[in-house]
């Protein structure tokens, strides 16, 4: 009966509770739960105990009985029964472990924003954070999403709070959902082609490895050195290194009559992810990357069989698309077949493809068999991808190639100082090993109209053969003999560097062309022509073409050229170099067509495999440019910040002049080289200490941080100053250096002539085209690399080489001891290591007795006996 009574009682009670299990919940939730029992169902304080042992369960019942021994559990206080239990159960944690696993926590893959701030907030029940929970939650919270969408828009807000965070969140995952929904029917305007690996592992994408998230990879916040954005290196880089034709065509824009704009909005802009060398031909996977919205686009009007079908060049697209609805109704003959390549949305959902027909294009006068994708579907615009760019050119023919050029309407006028004489040299002797080249030489040069023979002239220069890489041979007159001293140099100013960049600035991706050389596709005004007669031992031969090695050569090209682009938009031009950029990929097209249009009207030609197109960062004149600005190249100061440690106290010497040099770039130099400067005390053994080697790498490391090359000004006189040791050469333009280094088994004459052709070659951009100061060490080249004194027939051939290249450039020489040579000594005697080699000179091919002194007094060479070998 009493039985009866009490399950009657219990089943007139609020809700039920069950026994606790420690493996569903925790003791904190249970006796919370038992309060709200309590609360709900009036108990009394005085059946509280007794009510809750009744529920709790036998196996909690049991533990307690141990944990209270020797008293009963029904004698002890209700909150002393829960403080034992939860000492038992839940034992106070850690502050620094539950700190730990809560800031490690990111959001999973396919956790909902609600399910990621719930885990935060019971993640951060024990970590005591006190007033600045929230605030803390809300940090943890933006900086673990998944998605950069989110966590972009989320700091703009300037009062955030936690709910605001969630809020924002939340409706922008619902809208993705929405578009992801909606995007099986939508438009498909690019696409790019990433073919599967065989294996089917999923590759990380920021190091190409597999077996593990992208989100968990080691190197997610790396740049990469191939393209410079951060997420992923160089070897997972998707932006390979590709060519004209591959990275985009620049044969973009339309003829007149093919054009039309889109008048609605598109999605038309995408990256393209190449393919690796290794991959299957089979399961080829396309997705559109990188979807920008822009309203205009440039058209074309192919035929697809004889058909006129209005298409869109897009440059990024890796294939060429058009919908089913628009193609295949009007054509039900066509059985396309099936296709092994996957169309993926931006979004990410899966584009249904009909399959594939080979189709004859015609365009511009061309035709080629190029495979058609059908997309289902009737709202894809038709694009013509860059696959079909590769083998179709649209505009360019006449600017690719590697003809020689012909400007058009711009010839070269050569003027000579009053009441100067004609000088006619005869020609040098031509090593007979050789020969047989030089005349092919000469002949190839007057077949293309570079030269043209006479019989009679009051200006002879002689030649200078030099011996390239490929075995032929590069015909050069030794104009600093002749012509040079008595010239009027054209005083048309080179663009200043800083007026140069200050052009790009908005520019969002950069092209670079290289005009196919450069001088030879000038004419010279044929009253100039006899000044630039050469003499050969085949006779006379005059250049219809500007040449190079005339000291007026840049003026006169960089004015030509500041005349054929002038009015062109998004262009910088120095001398050979153009750059060309937009405010983005229409604007920077649109430039560069205007541009290659330009080239084409004036007849110039450009060096494809030099051209480099839509570039996020581009090196040029000494700088990396992006479209954050201007950037120092770091190969710049690499010789002092890779420099070896000192092995005594000569190196070290070296290295402290070098330093000083730069001490206005280094705050606090004297206090980090204290170190240093004591080895220099005689009365103290060397030793190089680990507190040396620290002083040593923390001055590198502020020469790294310094910008040492945005100084540089070239309305001031320029100075190079050149040295060179046994162990390498060094340069020094102003506050740059240089890197590079020179074989070591040259005699030291030729390692000094070395150091100064090294350095007029790396700061060429700078010092061709002005007149500026050679600084040596080495007094005897003072004589031979005078620029009043011509190139000697009879030493060394790279001797002749170089003095040839310094006879292009306006400079004086001049002497400098060695104790005032430090900066350039510094780099010379402190160079990176080297394991290239360079083959000897030993061989001999000509040798010839001289009765007496090929050259004069006046001339001021050196006399010998040997021809060498020019070397490859």
């Given at each position: 009966?009493?039985?009866?009574?009490?399950?009657?009682?219990?089943?007139?009670?609020?809700?039920?509770?069950?026994p606790?299990?420690?493996?569903?919940?925790?003791?904190?939730?249970?006796?919370?739960?038992?309060?709200?029992?309590?609360?709900?169902?009036?108990?009394?304080?005085?059946?509280l105990v007794?009510?809750?042992?009744?529920?709790?369960?036998s196996?909690?019942?049991?533990?307690?009985?141990?944990?209270?021994?020797?008293?009963?559990p029904?004698?002890?206080?209700?909150?002393?029964?829960?403080?034992?239990?939860?000492?038992?159960?839940?034992?106070?944690p850690?502050?620094i472990?539950?700190r730990?696993?809560?800031?490690?926590?990111?959001?999973?893959?396919?956790?909902?924003?609600?399910?990621?701030v719930?885990?935060?907030?019971?993640l951060s029940?024990h970590c005591?954070?006190?007033?600045?929970?929230n605030?803390?939650?809300?940090?943890?919270?933006?900086?673990r999403l998944?998605?950069?969408?989110?966590?972009?828009?989320?700091?703009?807000?300037?009062?955030?709070t936690l709910?605001?965070?969630?809020?924002?969140?939340?409706?922008?995952?619902?809208?993705?959902?929405?578009?992801?929904?909606?995007?099986?029917?939508?438009q498909?305007?690019?696409?790019?082609?990433?073919?599967?690996?065989?294996?089917?592992?999923?590759?990380?994408?920021?190091?190409?490895?597999?077996?593990?998230?992208?989100?968990?990879?080691?190197?997610?916040?790396?740049?990469?050195?191939n393209?410079?954005?951060?997420?992923?290196?160089?070897?997972?880089?998707?932006?390979?290194k590709?060519?004209?034709?591959?990275?985009v065509?620049p044969t973009?824009?339309?003829?007149?009559?093919?054009?039309?704009?889109?008048?609605?909005?598109?999605?038309?802009?995408?990256?393209?992810?190449?393919?690796?060398?290794?991959?299957?031909?089979?399961?080829?996977?396309?997705?559109?990357?990188?979807?920008?919205?822009?309203?205009d686009?440039?058209?074309?009007?192919?035929?697809?069989d004889?058909?006129?079908?209005?298409?869109?060049?897009d440059?990024?697209?890796?294939?060429?698309?058009?919908?089913?609805?628009?193609?295949?109704?009007k054509?039900?003959?066509?059985?396309?077949?099936?296709?092994?390549?996957?169309?993926?949305?931006?979004?990410?959902?899966?584009?249904?493809?009909?399959?594939?027909?080979d189709?004859?294009?015609?365009?511009?006068?061309?035709?080629?068999?190029?495979?058609?994708y059908?997309?289902?579907?009737s709202?894809?615009?038709?694009?013509?991808?860059?696959?079909?760019?590769?083998?179709i050119?649209?505009?360019?023919?006449e600017?690719?190639?590697?003809?020689?050029?012909?400007?058009?309407?711009?010839t070269?006028?050569?003027?000579?100082?009053?009441?100067?004489?004609?000088?006619?040299?005869?020609?040098?002797?031509?090593?007979?090993a050789i020969?047989?080249?030089?005349?092919?030489?000469?002949?190839?040069?007057?077949?293309t109209?570079?030269?043209?023979?006479?019989?009679v002239?009051?200006?002879?220069?002689?030649?200078?053969?030099?011996?390239?890489?490929?075995?032929t041979?590069?015909?050069?007159?030794?104009?600093?003999?002749?012509?040079?001293?008595?010239?009027?140099?054209?005083?048309?100013?080179?663009?200043?560097?800083?007026?140069?960049?200050?052009?790009?600035?908005?520019?969002?991706?950069?092209?670079?062309i290289?005009?196919?050389?450069?001088?030879?596709?000038?004419?010279?005004?044929?009253?100039?022509?006899?000044?630039?007669t050469?003499?050969?031992?085949?006779?006379l031969?005059?250049?219809?073409?500007?040449?190079?090695?005339?000291?007026?050569?840049?003026?006169?090209f960089?004015?030509?050229?500041?005349?054929?682009?002038?009015?062109?938009d998004?262009?910088?031009?120095?001398?050979?170099?153009?750059?060309?950029?937009?405010k983005?990929?229409?604007?920077?097209?649109?430039?560069?067509?205007?541009?290659?249009?330009?080239?084409?009207?004036?007849g110039?030609?450009?060096?494809?495999?030099?051209?480099?197109f839509?570039?996020?960062t581009?090196?040029?004149?000494?700088?990396?440019?992006?479209?954050?600005?201007?950037?120092?190249?770091?190969?710049?100061?690499?010789?002092i910040v890779?420099?070896p440690?000192?092995?005594?106290?000569?190196?070290?010497?070296s290295?402290?002049?070098?330093?000083?040099?730069?001490?206005?770039?280094?705050p606090?130099?004297?206090?980090?080289?204290?170190?240093?400067?004591?080895?220099?005390?005689?009365?103290?053994?060397?030793k190089?200490s680990?507190?040396?080697?620290?002083?040593?790498?923390?001055?590198?490391?502020?020469?790294?941080?310094?910008?040492?090359?945005?100084h540089?000004?070239?309305?001031?006189?320029?100075?190079?100053?050149?040295?060179?040791?046994?162990?390498?050469?060094?340069?020094v333009?102003?506050?740059?250096?240089?890197?590079?280094?020179?074989?070591?088994?040259?005699?030291q004459?030729?390692?000094?002539a070395?150091?100064?052709?090294?350095?007029?070659?790396?700061?060429?951009?700078?010092?061709f085209?002005?007149?500026?100061?050679?600084?040596?060490?080495?007094?005897?080249?003072?004589s031979?690399?005078?620029p009043?004194?011509?190139?000697?027939p009879?030493?060394?051939?790279?001797?002749?080489r170089?003095?040839?290249?310094?006879s292009a450039?306006q400079?004086?020489?001049?002497?400098?001891?060695?104790?005032?040579?430090?900066?350039?000594?510094?780099?010379?005697?402190?160079?990176?290591?080297?394991?290239?080699?360079?083959?000897s000179?030993?061989?001999?091919?000509?040798?010839?007795?001289?009765?007496s002194?090929?050259?004069?007094?006046?001339?001021?060479?050196?006399?010998?006996?040997?021809?060498?070998?020019?070397?490859?």
């Open positions: 009966e009493k039985y009866t009574d009490k399950q009657t009682r219990m089943a007139g009670l609020v809700g039920q509770i069950g606790y299990d420690e493996t569903v919940e925790q003791w904190s939730s249970y006796t919370e739960w038992f309060d709200y029992f309590v609360k709900a169902n009036g108990i009394r304080d005085e059946v007794p009510t809750f042992l009744s529920v709790m369960g196996k909690t019942y049991n533990l307690l009985r141990s944990l209270v021994q020797p008293n009963k029904g004698d002890c206080l209700f909150k002393d029964i829960v403080a034992l239990l939860q000492e038992h159960y839940a034992p106070k850690l502050i472990a539950e730990f696993r809560f800031h490690k926590r990111n959001q999973l893959e396919g956790e909902s924003i609600a399910q990621f719930a885990v935060l907030k019971r029940e005591e954070f006190g007033t600045a929970l605030d803390t939650i809300r940090d943890r919270f933006v900086c998944r998605s950069e969408t989110i966590q972009k828009r989320l700091l703009c807000e300037s009062n955030l709910e605001r965070a969630k809020e924002i969140s939340v409706s922008m995952e619902m809208a993705a959902k929405e578009v992801q929904e909606l995007s099986v029917s939508s498909v305007h690019k696409v790019y082609s990433e073919k599967m690996k065989p294996d089917g592992k999923k590759a990380c994408y920021c190091c190409g490895k597999s077996g593990h998230l992208a989100q968990e990879c080691w190197f997610k916040d790396k740049d990469c050195r393209c410079g954005k951060k997420g992923h290196i160089e070897r997972a880089c998707q932006n390979k590709l060519t004209v034709n591959e990275k065509n973009v824009e339309p003829r007149k009559g093919y054009v039309r704009k889109n008048k609605k909005k598109r999605v038309n802009q995408v990256e393209y992810i190449g393919k690796d060398e290794d991959e299957s031909d089979e399961n080829e996977f396309s997705h559109v990357m990188s979807v920008s919205s822009n309203s686009g440039y058209w074309v009007t192919p035929l697809l004889g058909e006129a079908v209005p298409m869109q060049v440059t990024g697209s890796a294939v060429l698309l058009v919908a089913e609805s628009t193609y295949l109704e054509r039900p003959h066509l059985c396309p077949k099936e296709a092994n390549l996957t169309l993926k949305s931006y979004t990410g959902e899966l584009v249904p493809l009909s399959g594939v027909v189709v004859t294009v015609e365009l511009n006068k061309q035709k080629v068999k190029l495979p058609l059908i997309v289902k579907g709202s894809h615009t038709a694009l013509m991808g860059r696959a079909w760019l590769e083998k050119k649209l505009n360019w023919q600017v690719f190639g590697d003809k020689l050029g012909n400007m058009k309407d711009i070269v006028k050569l003027a000579i100082k009053p009441d100067s004489k004609p000088k006619c040299l005869k020609a040098r002797p031509v090593p007979y020969k047989p080249k030089v005349e092919t030489e000469l002949d190839r040069l007057e077949e109209g570079v030269l043209k023979k006479v019989s002239s009051e200006w002879a220069t002689p030649i200078v053969p030099i011996l390239k890489k490929d075995g041979v590069r015909i050069c007159g030794d104009f600093k003999v002749t012509v040079n001293p008595v010239l009027t140099v054209e005083q048309y100013p080179l663009p200043l560097i800083e007026d140069l960049f200050a052009g790009l600035s908005g520019g969002q991706k950069f092209s670079k290289d005009l196919c050389h450069a001088y030879l596709q000038m004419q010279v005004d044929p009253v100039s022509q006899e000044l630039l050469i003499v050969t031992h085949k006779g031969y005059r250049y219809q073409r500007l040449p190079f090695g005339i000291t007026s050569a840049p003026a006169l960089q004015r030509a050229m500041d005349q054929i682009l002038s009015g062109l998004g262009v910088q031009c120095y001398l050979d170099d153009l750059l060309i950029t937009g983005d990929d229409e604007d920077h097209l649109r430039n560069l067509s205007a541009t290659l249009q330009r080239l084409k009207e004036y110039l030609w450009v060096k494809k495999d030099k051209c480099e839509f570039q996020p581009i090196e040029y004149l000494g700088h990396v440019i992006d479209s954050a600005g201007l950037h120092t190249a770091s190969s710049k100061v690499k010789a890779d420099a440690s000192p092995k005594n106290v000569s190196q070290l010497r290295f402290l002049e070098l330093l000083t040099y730069y001490a206005k770039f280094m606090n130099l004297a206090s980090r080289l204290r170190p240093l400067h004591e080895l220099l005390n005689k009365s103290k053994q060397w190089w680990d507190r040396c080697e620290k002083a040593f790498r923390d001055v590198k490391s502020v020469l790294t941080q310094s910008k040492v090359l945005t540089y000004n070239p309305s001031l006189l320029i100075q190079l100053a050149c040295d060179a040791s046994p162990y390498g050469v060094g340069a333009l102003s506050h740059v250096m240089p890197t590079g280094q020179s074989p070591s088994n040259y005699a004459i030729e390692r000094e070395l150091a100064i052709v090294f350095g007029v070659k790396k700061f060429h951009q700078y010092l085209g002005r007149r500026f100061t050679l600084l040596t060490d080495h007094r005897p080249l003072t031979i690399f005078g009043q004194t011509g190139i000697p009879l030493v060394a051939n790279r001797m002749q170089w003095a040839l290249l310094l450039h400079y004086d020489i001049k002497y400098r001891r060695s104790e005032q040579h430090c900066n350039a000594d510094g780099l010379s005697r402190l160079p990176l290591s080297d394991t290239s080699s360079e083959g000179q030993a061989d001999i091919f000509y040798f010839k007795e001289v009765q002194a090929p050259v004069t007094a006046a001339q001021k060479f050196w006399p010998g006996s040997l021809m060498e070998r020019e070397e490859s």
